[in-house]
């Protein structure tokens, strides 16, 4: 087990203002899934988005990892960042992911806590699925390949009829998918079977925000009030429009929920 190296992606850079570090969810890489809420987002936050190890910019990972060690793996690159003048430590720094990618907002609040001013877990849950269907998972496609996962994923991650509507940002997700490193995605699934911080929720005294889909079979909106009534600081909120990638999905609205709670924090 090892703290996976992560690579970010500048998505709009303005010292001057707060950042917002923006995660991944599996199969995905940032640029795809955040990019149509950057123009949403640009004029109150610096925006650094995060990949996967074998996703999008990263570099694949050569062994397993725990959430615990990807959220070291956020914490060295804002470090880094912060080495570089990219992130100015006395501006404000806020943090949004999507599913696995909020899953490690749960482990950042709850290891890092004070990090950041306040977080936002997107589709997510503080335990997602099972650890033996996340086994299951890693095992398959290990074996046979990320494309093993593209029905199944066009059904779980859209709305219905989002494809049809917004063909070139679902087919771009869905490439993403088929170009992550097999070996790369079966290390997150393992790192997702060993998740589970219902009961750690309530020591989490960061300002959060759980922000799911209601048509999100993955992580259901219950998943989100379960968090907001057991940690102290938390609220949820819920897109009538999206699934499970809601900033592609309905940039306009997934931005307007993060402007208005990270600009009130």
Request: hydrophobic share 45%.
């Amino acid at each position: 087990m090892a703290v996976p190296t992560l690579t970010p992606s500048l998505l709009h850079t303005d010292t001057a203002l707060p950042t917002l570090i923006l995660g991944p969810s599996l199969g995905t890489a940032s640029l795809s899934l955040w990019g149509p809420a950057a123009p949403y987002l640009k004029d109150h936050f610096q925006l650094i988005a995060w990949d996967l190890p074998g996703h999008g910019e990263s570099k694949p990972s050569t062994e397993a990892f725990s959430m615990s060690e990807l959220a070291g793996g956020v914490i060295a690159m804002i470090q880094a960042l912060k080495t570089d003048g990219i992130i100015d430590p006395a501006q404000k720094l806020y943090y949004a992911g999507v599913s696995v990618g909020g899953a490690t907002a749960f482990q950042l609040a709850h290891e890092h806590p004070g990090i950041f001013a306040a977080l936002a877990p997107i589709c997510t849950a503080a335990k997602i699925g099972t650890p033996e269907g996340w086994r299951e998972r890693a095992e398959l496609v290990a074996a046979a390949g990320t494309p093993t996962m593209v029905v199944g994923s066009a059904q779980r991650w859209f709305a219905p009829g989002f494809i049809e509507k917004e063909a070139v940002v679902s087919t771009n997700l869905l490439h993403n998918l088929q170009d992550a490193d097999r070996f790369s995605y079966a290390h997150v699934c393992g790192a997702l079977a060993g998740f589970d911080l219902r009961d750690e929720l309530v020591g989490m005294n960061d300002s959060i925000l759980a922000i799911n889909g209601a048509h999100d079979q993955v992580c259901p909106p219950s998943d989100a009030q379960f968090v907001a009534e057991h940690a102290p600081n938390a609220q949820a909120a819920i897109i009538d429009s999206v699934a499970h990638l809601a900033p592609a999905e309905d940039p306009a609205a997934t931005a307007s929920l993060l402007v208005d709670f990270f600009t009130a924090h």
